[in-house]
């Protein structure tokens, strides 16, 4: 049986003082990592929620100054937001009028060649009864 050498194991056992469960946000030198940098994205989104929802219950607490400072942030808001859907309502129009046009060429095909395919069964029906009333022998057999 070969001799197995244990100072090539590795043993991790967490970090010292780390609790179950609870994720760390900086490196051991204080900076964040990538997850420490988006929860405090997420948390600053938070708490703007959290101002604004404060905010409009308690608006007559508001001085004028703030009051004017959320009423412009929140015009500009909508204003983006109507830009933005004019901007994609615009690539939508062409968007569903492309679909349309291809949707109408394809009924269109579908239609002529279920025309021609039935007008060339009718003739091949019509032509082997003439045949047929003539004397002529019609089938290959």
Do not use: C
């Amino acid at each position: 049986m070969p001799f197995i050498d244990s100072n090539n194991e590795l043993y991790h056992h967490g970090i010292l003082g780390m609790k179950w469960g609870v994720r760390r946000y900086q490196n051991p030198d204080g900076s964040l990592t990538d997850a420490g940098k988006k929860h405090n994205r997420d948390q600053e989104l938070s708490d703007i929620r959290e101002d604004r929802r404060k905010a409009a219950k308690n608006a007559a607490f508001l001085s004028d100054k703030e009051l004017d400072a959320r009423i412009r942030r929140l015009e500009k808001e909508r204003r983006l937001k109507d830009l933005t859907a004019q901007e994609l309502g615009t690539g939508k129009k062409k968007t569903n009028k492309l679909l349309e046009n291809v949707g109408n060429q394809v009924v269109n095909k579908i239609i002529v060649d279920a025309v021609v395919g039935s007008a060339a069964a009718a003739i091949g029906v019509a032509a082997k009864t003439y045949l047929n009333s003539k004397g002529f022998p019609t089938s290959m057999g």
